[in-house]
């Protein structure tokens, strides 16, 4: 190999990297002389050009930095943008938005309709002119000149609302508004406006003027559950939009600004006032003379009296939204638009909870300082049998029922005595109410008194603040013996557990989660609650059971193709778990809800500063949840979950078994009949005080000192019991005189929850 080797190998490397080295700084050399070469001609063509002296800083320089902001803002520009033509990703955006669906009741009897059906059988040509003119005059009269933004229109509002000191015109154009209804939600954020414009654009580009006025006249909410200026004027005049007068015109036009408000079957006066200015505008645009519309001004229009039809708004608004997430997985292929859909509402339910949520606030709401409630009562298979989602549909559409997220105070324990039952307690397991801290905080119970050892079932029937607490610290150290923070590793258990029930709330870790700090809404605790009743399998909530096409050809079935019940908790747990929250309307906080002869359980739950009560509570047939509060979160007065939730419940519940089977509990059987009340005065006199037929009244007064003293006679009261049940026996009934007299010590359920004013929970 050696021998093989030309003995100059060195030497031709060598010249060999010299020779490339060479070749690359020539290369080099060249190029760059290339380019100044260049830049020199260059250079030289420009200086052709060159402006000094005044005419650059006059000229060349803003020219210049124009171009500079020019190429910015083009891009800011197409930033914002991306957002807005992401909603016109889908080639069928125009379709996609044009779901029409008529439902029924469980049984097939016709209760609403909500979307927006395309309404081509009126050509724009064949609206009535005065409807044209009053549309445009109060909306956007600059309509057949802008490009989907009226500059001049925004400006001038801006200047109208910067005098007034509020909001006294609005000025988006029409094309915007029909952006909004098919794309955007009504929120009122600057993102939300980008979009809007953006969106307006686009639908000028791809849209002509007159199509675009057609779309808005058939789309726009015109407050009733109605859509477009047809489907309003038969809902409020009874005619077809073709036949409307100039009046009834100006009413219908009216309405674009703020349906709910000015709707004439809730407000007639303010719907005139409002048509009146419509009036106004129609001379102001000079589209009519003051002449033309006297007539008008002199004879109002009438609309139809619906007062008496109630349609459950808040149970389709719910129905709809449902319903539109379930056509998004239908196959890309089927086009149909139009549904019919079956419900699982009993509307003799929901009218039992409308009228007994409207009777308690009308009666109690002033003395107890609340203004809303919500309620949803759910059959053990997640059907939705009624559904109220605020007092008064027409005020405010907010569902307080699916949107509302409030503390569940003490009726989220449920989850945390589950959860002790699945690592090992029992119902007579033994805890020791006592002092206990989690860092800095520490748990109290009503009058910072404690009550020694109970068992699981006494602390949930008295609601013990302390228990779950201590619960938690011990499902963490059966978990984890060693571990530094046993409270943490508890509480990731119990929020397992609320997950396996179907709660999905964020429910952030937080020491008080035992104790419901944490928010839930009403429709998923109600139905989380189903699990106990149903031997310990969680259902997925629902409103819809059957869904076909206008033609009536079967498409979906919630039997068939909805999602089946999963085991939660193993059966002899939900069984347990239902012993032990029978006591608590038996004996404990809620007896105003007990049924007669029905099995009965439940939780009440009353959160800091008495901001939300609560009775969440299940038969062999129903579970139903009940929330009484403030939109502004402000106290109530007292109320606690034992007043007028756990009454509000019992009403409805009374309403939902009419003519049902009553079926039985697993864990408590068929419950048992009430002891009858005396008949003549003197034994009522003298007989204990059934709580049951005291309804909620307004609550009690008391001074300080007052209360002071209640609370030392309740303290004396059960150390005098514990004594008693301590020299006699160990039967843990002996614990029942002490809640008999405090319900007696406290009238109105005053003291019906062991909780603390001064604790950052209440239960």
């Not at 978990?479 to 943490?488: G, R, Y």
Request: with cysteine; hydrophobic share 40%; aromatic share 10%.
């Amino acid at each position: 190999m050696v021998q093989n080797t030309p003995s100059n190998w060195k030497s031709r490397v060598r010249n060999f990297f010299l020779d490339l080295d060479a070749r690359i700084d020539s290369s080099l050399f060249s190029s760059a002389k290339g380019i100044r070469e260049l830049y020199e001609r260059y250079s030289t063509f420009m200086d052709r050009f060159y402006v000094g002296r005044w005419k650059r800083w006059v000229f060349i320089e803003p020219l210049s930095e124009a171009a500079t902001l020019g190429l910015g803002g083009l891009v800011l520009m197409l930033t914002l943008a991306i957002p807005a033509f992401r909603e016109t990703a889908d080639e069928d955006w125009l379709k996609k938005s044009d779901l029409a669906v008529s439902f029924l009741d469980r049984y097939g009897n016709p209760i609403g309709s909500r979307g927006i059906k395309h309404n081509d059988s009126i050509p724009l040509e064949d609206f009535p002119d005065v409807l044209i003119k009053a549309t445009l005059a109060t909306e956007d009269r600059r309509f057949y000149e802008h490009f989907g933004i009226d500059i001049a229109g925004t400006a001038r509002a801006l200047v109208t609302n910067a005098q007034a000191g509020g909001v006294r015109q609005g000025g988006s154009s029409i094309t915007q508004q029909l952006a909004k209804n098919l794309f955007l939600s009504n929120e009122r954020t600057i993102e939300r406006k980008v979009n809007e414009a953006f969106l307006a654009v686009w639908l000028e580009w791809r849209l002509t003027k007159n199509e675009i006025l057609k779309l808005y006249l058939d789309r726009a909410y015109m407050g009733g559950g109605t859509f477009g200026v047809d489907g309003a004027a038969h809902f409020y005049f009874n005619k077809s939009a073709r036949d409307v007068t100039l009046a009834e015109a100006a009413m219908l036009a009216g309405l674009f600004k703020a349906p709910t408000k000015y709707a004439p079957h809730i407000n007639l006066p303010a719907a005139r006032a409002r048509a009146n200015v419509v009036l106004d505008n129609l001379v102001d645009a000079g589209f009519m003379t003051e002449g033309q519309v006297f007539g008008a001004r002199r004879n109002p229009a009438f609309a139809v009296d619906r007062r008496d039809e109630a349609s459950p708004n808040y149970y389709l608004d719910y129905a709809f939204d449902e319903m539109r997430k379930l056509v998004d997985t239908f196959p890309k292929s089927y086009t149909e638009r139009v549904f019919v859909v079956r419900l699982a509402i009993d509307t003799n339910v929901q009218k039992a909870a409308e009228d007994a949520i409207e009777n308690q606030l009308r009666q109690f709401g002033r003395d107890y300082h609340a203004t809303q409630a919500a309620t949803v009562v759910s059959d053990l298979d997640g059907g939705i049998r009624a559904m109220v989602g605020g007092r008064d549909y027409g005020a405010s559409q907010f569902n307080r029922a699916t949107d509302a997220y409030r503390q569940p105070g003490s009726s989220f324990k449920p989850y945390v005595y589950t959860t002790a039952l699945l690592n090992g307690f029992t119902p007579n397991s033994i805890v020791v109410d006592g002092p206990v801290c989690i860092g800095n905080w520490c748990p109290q119970n009503y009058g910072h008194s404690y009550s020694g050892s109970v068992t699981l079932t006494q602390a949930i029937t008295r609601s013990i603040n302390v228990v779950p607490v201590k619960l938690s610290i011990a499902i963490g150290q059966k978990e984890q013996p060693k571990a530094p923070n046993p409270a943490k590793i508890g509480r990731a258990k119990i929020v397992e557990v609320a997950r396996r029930f179907g709660l999905k709330a964020p429910l952030p870790d937080t020491p008080s989660l035992p104790i419901g700090s944490d928010e839930v809404t009403v429709l998923e605790h109600a139905v989380a609650y189903v699990t106990f009743p149903n031997r310990g399998r969680a259902v997925t909530p629902h409103s819809v059971l059957e869904v076909r096409t206008g033609a009536g050809d079967l498409v979906w079935r919630w039997d068939r193709d909805g999602p089946k019940p999963r085991q939660a908790i193993p059966a002899n747990i939900a069984a347990d778990m239902a012993g032990m929250m029978s006591h608590v309307v038996s004996e404990g906080t809620a007896r105003r809800a007990a049924l007669d002869g029905i099995p009965t359980a439940g939780k009440t739950g009353t959160t800091n500063a008495y901001r939300d009560a609560w009775f969440v509570g299940y038969t062999g047939n129903f579970s139903c949840a009940v929330w009484y509060g403030n939109d502004d979160y402000s106290p109530t007065n007292r109320m606690t979950g034992g007043s007028l939730p756990a009454q509000t419940w019992h009403d409805i519940m009374v309403a939902a078994h009419q003519g049902v089977e009553v079926r039985e509990i697993p864990g408590i059987g068929m419950g048992q009949k009430l002891p009858p009340q005396p008949k003549d005065a003197n034994a009522q006199a003298s007989a204990a005080p059934k709580v049951l037929e005291t309804k909620p009244g307004p609550p009690p007064v008391l001074t300080k000192r007052g209360a002071d003293t209640l609370v030392r006679v309740e303290k004396l009261l059960d150390d005098a019991a514990k004594t008693a049940t301590k020299s006699t026996s160990n039967d843990t009934k002996a614990a029942k005189p002490s809640s008999s007299t405090s319900a007696l010590a406290f009238p109105q359920n005053y003291a019906e929850e062991n909780a603390n004013a001064s604790a950052p929970r209440k239960n």
